[in-house]
């Protein structure tokens, strides 16, 4: 009997780790799609901020009420995972508790604490399905942001109920197993009453040992399938964050926010036209192929770094939340723009794995089929998107390069704007001024006394 | 009373004297043309002189950063007037550069580097912190503060963009004005609608104005003073105040402006 129940766990840890390969295997693929970006400068300060950013969840504190429930969350999420450990290799060697003789009175120490981050977890998942459905927090409602509607609200209830039914479920095993203890059954090793579960022990009070080792094995493996369940599900969710944060913030970019990247492309062309560089000199070799693109249209033009973003994306709408053209009912929402720059790399995967592996053309384009102009064109710059994100993403870098292109590449820039183009290009000011009138606000200073 | 005689030497003048000034003062744009923002330029060079800063200004041969190009996405013309700023600084051997605007700040801070031009770049806000540190700027001869409340609107490419939150607040604090803060301040604090190119052209379809918004929230804080430190947020905030019909209660002022008035300049 125990010999065929490893069997059957060891073909579906192998099917769950082989399904997660595929999927991690996608993600880098498609991430790496992506134009190449160097992000690997600065080791010792990106480590740093991975450890303050992602461990330490220094921005979810921002809200300290928030940070502290998503924190209990995180914590009993890690440290449960040892306790996941010795439930893998059980299933695996066919054993029960495999480290209770080990650890003496310290194991019931140890799951009594477990418990007492599993009581933890469910009581926060709760409140926060509550804010979800109940309260209605303004930037989780489709009502009010469209990037909300359908599977992203449901991804986010699905989540918070699968950890909820987890933690239920290792918490009523304990009670049965704990039960079963006192009834002195064979396989169950004396650990003695934990913290929590003791407390559910009157639920089982009446139960028969059968029934009880029923319940208990029932408990056993609907925890560890719901688990494995839940790492598959997370490659497919906005819950992904789990895993990507940390690389996300360990590429972080270091530079000042306000720096805009450099398209070098165009500085060959400035030097050349203004003399700077010699057109026949600096021609040599592929030097002065015209770039295929000015900008990004899909999301091969974006860097990888801005794909990974969109994966680590967790939908929490902080970003949209704080940027003023989305407060002001302008149609651009940051989190759309992460979002949907993940469902075009999504469709591209998907398309990828029917053509072994290569994109064969669609006809889409992240700008245009996904994005819009109008959102495009809406944003100030002003980085509040960028400042509020937990993990680091920059949806404005994803902006500017959508705008690089429209404006450059396909010339669609609004009347105004090129209005002002001439005016910078003809006059140096943005403004219809002369030039040689730029001094002239000094003349009534210059004779006051 | 007043008895200086304001200077305000260019580059050129001061390169045919072989002499070198402290500090280049970049104008802008707005400092430059825009009516309201002159005013600015004008309280900030009467400062100079006063705290005998030696400065220049480049004249007719500054040209515009080049940042609302970039920002719109029109790289091109960006490159231009940044190469061809950077060749006439270069020309003048240019070492630190001061700018009341934080666009023109953050572009020669950050993004002239890559193209070949490297100097120290100071914004205003920080440049009079460091003057009445110093002593060389002195709060007293003018308007006493003592008692207004000022709120503070941060500009998005000073504070977000470059981290500058507390220089301004400063300068505020030391005309012993009544600071008090937005809802929304240092970096949370909610754009004026400008940036980004925003500044020229009309606001896409929405159901408010992003300077509305902002105004309201400085107006609910029951300052007499907005203070800002960016042409565009002087636009916005004005034309919000306007808009709100409070233009007789609550008055926009750069921090140059309110320093200036302080010194009875």
Redesign the interface.
């Known amino acids: 009997m125990v010999i065929i129940q490893q069997i059957i766990f060891l073909a579906i840890l192998g099917i769950v780790g082989w399904l997660i390969f595929k999927r991690a295997s996608l993600i880098r693929n498609t991430i790496l799609l992506g134009r190449d970006e160097d992000r690997t400068d600065q080791p010792a300060m990106r480590f740093a901020t991975m450890l303050r950013v992602a461990f330490g969840q220094k921005k979810m504190f921002d809200r300290p009420l928030i940070g502290v429930m998503h924190f209990v969350v995180y914590a009993g999420f890690l440290l449960i995972n040892i306790e996941v450990l010795e439930i893998v290799l059980d299933g695996i060697l066919g054993k029960h508790r495999l480290f209770a003789p080990f650890l003496g009175s310290f194991y019931t120490f140890l799951i009594s604490f477990f418990e007492f981050l599993a009581i933890g977890v469910l009581v926060t998942c709760l409140i926060f399905l509550i804010r979800r459905t109940i309260l209605k927090v303004e930037r989780f409602q489709s009502s009010r942001h469209r990037e909300m509607n359908g599977w992203p609200q449901l991804d986010g209830k699905i989540i918070l109920i699968f950890e909820i039914v987890l933690m239920v479920a290792i918490l009523t095993m304990n009670a049965a197993d704990t039960v079963l203890q006192e009834m002195g059954s064979q396989h169950y090793i004396r650990t003695g009453d934990f913290a929590f579960s003791q407390f559910l022990k009157p639920l089982f009070a009446s139960w028969n040992e059968t029934s009880l080792m029923i319940y208990e094995r029932f408990a056993w493996w609907f925890h560890i399938l719901g688990i494995f369940t839940f790492a598959v599900y997370v490659t497919y969710s906005k819950h992904l964050h789990i895993a990507l944060a940390f690389p996300n913030t360990y590429f972080a970019r270091l530079i000042p926010k306000g720096e805009m990247k450099n398209m070098p492309d165009i500085t060959k062309e400035v030097k050349i036209m203004l003399g700077l560089t010699d057109a026949t000199t600096a021609g040599t070799g592929d030097e002065n192929v015209i770039p295929e693109r000015f900008g990004a249209k899909d999301v091969p033009d974006l860097s990888w770094k801005n794909l990974m973003d969109a994966y680590s994306c967790t939908e929490c709408g902080r970003c949209t939340a704080a940027c003023p053209a989305n407060i002001t009912g302008k149609k651009l929402s940051p989190r759309k723009i992460m979002m949907d720059t993940r469902d075009r790399l999504e469709d591209i995967g998907r398309n990828m794995q029917v053509n072994n592996g290569k994109f064969v053309d669609d006809g889409k384009s992240l700008m245009g089929d996904y994005i819009s102009n109008e959102e495009i064109l809406a944003c100030t710059t002003c980085n509040a998107c960028v400042q509020e994100c937990p993990i680091l993403i920059n949806p404005l870098d994803i902006i500017l390069q959508l705008r690089r292109y429209k404006i450059m590449d396909e010339a669609q820039a609004p009347a105004a704007w090129n209005a002002m183009f001439q005016n910078l290009d003809t006059n140096q000011a943005p403004w219809k001024f002369s030039p040689g009138d730029r001094f002239n606000w000094a003349e009534k200073l210059r004779n006051e006394v | 009373m007043?008895?200086?005689?304001?200077?305000?030497p260019?580059m050129a003048e001061m390169a045919a004297n072989n002499e070198m000034p402290e500090v280049l003062f970049w104008?802008g744009?707005a400092?430059?043309?825009?009516d309201r923002y002159?005013k600015v330029?004008?309280a900030f060079?009467?400062i100079l002189n006063k705290a005998g800063v030696k400065f220049a200004?480049l004249?007719?041969e500054?040209?515009?950063t080049?940042d609302?190009?970039?920002?719109?996405?029109?790289?091109?013309?960006f490159?231009?007037?940044a190469?061809?700023n950077i060749?006439v600084l270069d020309m003048y051997g240019v070492k630190k550069i001061v700018t009341a605007c934080p666009h023109c700040f953050?572009t020669l801070?950050?993004?002239y580097p890559?193209?070949g031009g490297n100097y120290e770049v100071i914004h205003h806000s920080e440049y009079l912190q460091q003057l009445i540190n110093e002593g060389r700027v002195r709060i007293e001869g003018g308007e006493t503060f003592k008692g207004r409340k000022i709120t503070f609107h941060d500009s998005?490419?000073l504070g977000?963009?470059?981290?500058i939150y507390e220089a301004p607040r400063h300068v505020l604090e030391a005309l012993d004005a009544d600071l008090v803060e937005m809802k929304r301040c240092k970096?949370?604090g909610?754009?004026c609608?400008?940036?980004?190119?925003?500044?020229?052209?009309?606001?896409?379809?929405?159901?408010?104005?992003?300077n509305i918004?902002?105004v309201e929230e400085a107006i609910e804080t029951g300052a007499t003073t907005i203070a800002v430190a960016c042409p565009f947020c002087m636009v916005m905030m004005t034309d919000g105040v306007k808009n709100k019909e409070k233009e007789d209660s609550v008055k926009v002022f750069d921090l140059a402006e309110l320093v200036a008035q302080a010194e009875g300049l």
């Open positions: 007043n008895e200086i005689t304001y200077k305000v260019t104008v744009c400092g430059s043309f825009d002159k330029t004008i060079v009467k200004v004249g007719t500054e040209s515009c080049g609302p190009a970039r920002r719109a996405g029109n790289e091109f013309t490159q231009m007037l190469m061809s060749q953050n801070k950050n993004e890559e193209l998005c490419y977000r963009a470059n981290g970096t949370k909610l754009c609608g400008a940036g980004g190119g925003q500044m020229f052209k009309e606001p896409e379809t929405g159901k408010k104005d992003i918004e902002r």
